[in-house]
């Protein structure tokens, strides 16, 4: 998976412009960026566990690999993304997450705080980078183009 998580590098999609043109915030819970409205489908996909909606995040591109795993195999992968992330996740001081920090953060990928999201977009005007933060923190990271006149997720 390429989904930054906790500020985890990720591989940006091939036409994701290398330095930011423009850089916008909108306040959590609110969609003002239309950049955020596939990251704000896709939280809300997840966390409902609804694989129609899900399908609308996605690029053309995104679309056809999915579609060749599986789209419920996919819903599922991210999310339970929470149990690899926090497997993986460290504390600042470089320690181990304990049991109770390893099963928030498992919970937060699988029932994520819609509301309470942040989301910022750097880029350009067809493609870029869409961050979801949360209390400050970067949850994800994606890259996102315009794609017929609708903003989607382009990295997997």
């Not at 996919?74 to 996740?89: D, Q, T, V």
Request: aromatic residues 8%.
């Amino acid at each position: 998976s390429m989904l930054g998580v906790y500020g985890c590098a990720s591989t940006p999609a091939p036409n994701t412009p290398k330095t930011p043109v423009a850089a916008t915030k909108a306040a959590p819970g609110k969609a003002a960026l239309p950049q955020a409205a596939p990251m704000k489908t896709y939280c809300k996909a997840v966390k409902t566990n609804d694989e129609a909606l899900f399908k609308t995040a996605w690029s053309k591109r995104m679309s056809k690999k999915h579609e060749a795993d599986g789209w419920a195999k996919k819903l599922a992968y991210y999310r339970n993304l929470g149990n690899a992330a926090s497997a993986a996740a460290k504390n600042k001081d470089g320690s181990p997450l304990s049991d109770e920090q390893k099963t928030k953060l498992a919970q937060l990928f699988k029932d994520p705080p819609c509301e309470k999201l942040a989301y910022s977009y750097e880029g350009g005007k067809d493609a870029g980078k869409g961050k979801a933060t949360l209390d400050g923190k970067v949850l994800v990271e994606v890259a996102l183009i315009l794609e017929d006149g609708a903003w989607k997720i382009d990295e997997n």
